[in-house]
C-alpha cells in the first residue's frame, strides 16, 4: 500500500499562497520534469503491461517475450511471474497512469543473463524548489544465480525527496525471500535491508546512487554485501510518486548472487 507525505515551505499549494485579506500573495517557484523512460541493469529492457492486467510484454536488448494470463500472479502492487519452456521469462510491473517500474529477466539459449528494472515518467511532472516529499510503496526483486531468476525478494520501499537540495534518498525494508511463482517466503532465509544512499536528481529529476545492506543469510551461512546501485526517477503530477530500479550483489559462500529490482512509491 502506498502512501505520500508532502512537506513545503510556507504552503502547500504550487501555484500560489494568499497572503491574507488584501490579494497580495507569494508564488511557490516550481521546476518541470518531462516524460521519459530509462533502464538499469545488463542491459536496456521495456515492459508493457495491458489494460486488463494479464499480459505482460517483455523486450530486453531485443530479446523478447510475453507473460501470458496463466503465469501472472500479484505482489503488492506489481503484477508479473515467470514461465518456462525454450526460454525462462520472469517479469514484475507496476503503473499508475504518471508512472511505471518493472524488473524483467529472460534466459535463452544466445544470451542467458538478460537482467533488467525499468522506470518511466508517463507525464509532466511539476514540482516545488523547497520543501521536502517522503512517499512509500512496493518493492519486487529478482534473485539470480548462474543465469537463472531462482527466487522474489518482496518489501517496502520508502523514498524521500528534498526538492530544495534537489537530493534523493531511501530504505527498501521488511524484505522477504520466496518462491518467484507464488511469492511464499522460505522462513529459513533472512534478508537485509537495502540502504539507498542519497544522491542528486539532475534538472529532469532522474538520479543515481549507491546501496548498502541487501545481503542474505540462512541458518548456516551469512550472506555478505557486495554493494550495488540504484537509478529511478520523481513522477507523479507533483512529484509525489518515485520509481525506479535496484542492483544488489552478495556473496553467500562461495558463490555470488545478484537481485535486480524495482520500486514503486507514491499516492
Same mark, same amino acid.
Given at each position: 500500500m502506498k502512501r505520500i507525505i508532502i512537506a513545503l515551505a510556507g504552503c502547500v499549494a504550487l501555484s500560489a499562497c494568499g497572503g491574507g485579506g488584501g490579494g497580495g500573495g507569494t508564488t511557490i517557484q516550481t521546476a518541470t520534469f518531462s516524460p521519459v523512460e530509462a533502464y538499469s541493469g545488463d542491459t536496456q529492457g521495456e515492459l508493457e503491461l495491458n489494460s486488463a492486467g494479464d499480459r505482460i510484454k517483455v523486450d530486453?536488448?531485443?530479446? +523478447?517475450? +510475453?507473460?501470458? $494470463?496463466? =503465469? *501472472? +500472479? %500479484?505482489?503488492? !502492487?506489481?503484477?508479473?511471474?515467470?514461465?518456462?519452456? !525454450?526460454?525462462?521469462? !520472469?517479469?514484475?510491473? %507496476?503503473?499508475? $497512469?504518471? =508512472?511505471?517500474?518493472?524488473? $524483467?529477466? *529472460?534466459?535463452?539459449? %544466445?544470451?542467458p543473463q538478460n537482467l533488467s528494472s525499468q522506470f518511466a515518467r508517463l507525464t509532466k511532472t511539476e514540482v516545488p524548489t523547497t520543501g521536502t516529499a517522503t512517499v512509500s510503496g512496493d518493492y519486487v526483486g529478482l534473485l539470480t544465480y548462474n543465469n537463472r531468476a531462482i527466487g522474489r525478494m518482496t518489501g517496502e520501499a520508502r523514498m524521500v525527496a528534498n526538492f530544495g537540495s534537489e537530493t534523493v534518498r531511501g530504505r527498501i525494508t521488511d524484505r522477504k525471500y520466496g518462491s518467484v511463482t507464488t511469492g511464499d517466503a522460505f522462513s529459513t532465509v533472512s534478508v537485509n535491508d537495502i540502504v539507498l544512499e542519497e544522491t542528486g536528481f539532475n534538472k529532469n529529476g532522474r538520479f543515481n546512487g549507491d546501496i548498502t545492506g541487501g545481503a542474505f543469510s540462512t541458518s548456516t551461512i551469512t550472506g555478505t554485501s557486495n554493494g550495488g546501485s540504484f537509478a529511478g526517477v520523481i513522477a507523479g503530477r507533483t512529484g509525489d510518486e518515485i520509481v525506479g530500479g535496484v542492483r544488489v550483489n552478495t556473496t553467500y559462500g562461495s558463490r555470488d548472487f545478484v537481485e535486480q529490482g524495482a520500486f514503486a512509491a507514491g499516492q
Open positions: 530486453i536488448d531485443g530479446v +523478447t517475450a +510475453t507473460l501470458t $494470463a496463466g =503465469s *501472472i +500472479t %500479484s505482489a503488492g !502492487t506489481f503484477v508479473g511471474g515467470q514461465q518456462t519452456g !525454450t526460454e525462462q521469462i !520472469t517479469a514484475f510491473v %507496476s503503473e499508475t $497512469a504518471n =508512472s511505471r517500474a518493472g524488473v $524483467a529477466h *529472460i534466459r535463452d539459449g %544466445s544470451d
